[in-house]
């Protein structure tokens, strides 16, 4: 895992073909907008985020986010734990975000 600032993230991003962007917010707090062609699925889901994670593609790039950075972070210490070598945490979430900004 490593932490990125925001033109860190959006630089590798862009680089990468093989990324998916990964939000890891509640769904009211999904309800205000979602970094386009994000996923969403709920950390605080417990058991149930594990058992959603575990059916991604662990050969793929994953940007996460959620609204501050913390819960990200930890969501990508617990995909690197699952087995998943490429996780990018959004230093500043969602709540720092200056891209662009589509609903779900």
């Known amino acids: 895992m490593a932490d990125l600032s925001q033109h860190e993230w ?7 073909n093989n990324a ?6 509640t ?3 999904v309800a205000e907008g979602i970094i386009p062609n994000a996923i969403h699925i709920d950390i ?3 058991q ?6 575990q059916q991604l593609d662990k050969t793929k790039t994953y940007f996460v986010y959620c609204k501050a ?6 969501a990508c210490g617990v995909m690197n ?3 998943f070598n490429k996780t990018y945490n959004l230093l500043g979430g969602f ?3 200056e891209g662009e900004v589509s609903s779900l």
């Open 20 to 25: 998916v962007v990964l939000d890891v917010r």
């Open 69 to 74: 950075g913390g819960r990200s972070g930890q």
């Open 81 to 83: 734990q699952l087995g």
């Open 44 to 46: 605080f889901k417990g």
């Open 10 to 16: 959006i630089t590798k991003l862009e680089a990468d």
């Open 95 to 97: 709540s720092e975000w």
């Open 27 to 29: 769904p009211e707090e």
């Open 48 to 53: 149930g985020f594990i058992d959603e994670v």
